[in-house]
């Protein structure tokens, strides 16, 4: 059974990759999965941004009930 994370988790997993670079899964359902690249560039008491490398928008604000729910999935970006 997967480990049910918290708001205070998803929190702390992003203030952890705050300024790096990661890899973002966005399921916005049905089958509608993107994928981004980019960068945490703020993060707020409730929200936190994330500026993409290699897309058309520049950004996107995310809260952090979206980490709980699974609708974002982020990872920090290895280049291998």
Known sequence: ?????????????VNSLLGRSVDVKLNRGRNKIKRYKG???????????????DDIFDRISCS?????????????HTSA
């Open 39 to 53: 960068v945490i560039s703020e993060a707020h008491a409730n929200v936190f941004v994330i500026k993409l490398t």
């Open 1 to 13: 059974m997967k480990k049910a994370i918290t708001v205070n988790d998803a929190r702390d997993l």
């Open 64 to 76: 952090y009930t979206d980490v709980v729910c699974g609708e974002i999935a982020l990872r920090e």
